[in-house]
């Protein structure tokens, strides 16, 4: 199961962290990503990380703003978003993908949380 948390009301240009705790024994094995979804769009490829935390791969909206990283022993995933801007505003989704490589559709991931709201005010 995956559990995000963090997420919130934030003003623009303010930040937040977002953090996805993992249960299970394939955490350090997986690929992880984290999406978005605002009202009436698709889901939206954010970020995402390879097992090691070595490699990590972005959308272009959110590039220079948005960090992901990872903690094995922790079992996290975290999502640090700077510089928010109110088309950030969206449900944010962790996943999980048991493939090394990383994917950016929405269908290539076998796990999900089920999201935190984040609000980003002008």
């Known amino acids: 199961d995956l559990v995000e948390f963090g997420g919130g009301l934030v003003q623009a240009g303010g930040s937040l962290r977002l953090s996805c705790a993992a249960s299970?024994?394939?955490?350090?094995?997986?690929?992880m990503g984290w999406f978005r979804q605002a009202p009436g769009k698709e889901r939206e490829f954010i970020a995402a990380?390879?097992?090691?935390?070595?490699?990590?791969y972005y959308g272009d909206s959110v590039k220079g703003r948005f960090t992901i990283s990872r903690d094995n022993a922790a079992n996290t995933v975290y999502l640090q978003m700077t510089s928010l801007k109110p088309e950030d505003t969206a449900i944010y989704y962790c996943?999980?993908?048991?493939?090394?490589?990383?994917?950016?559709?929405?269908?290539?991931?076998?796990?999900w949380g089920r999201g935190t709201q984040v609000t980003v005010s002008s």
């Open positions: 990380i390879t097992w090691s935390g070595g490699n990590t």
């Open positions: 299970g024994r394939t955490f350090s094995t997986s690929t």
């Open positions: 996943a999980a993908r048991s493939g090394l490589l990383v994917r950016t559709r929405p269908p290539d991931y076998d796990n």
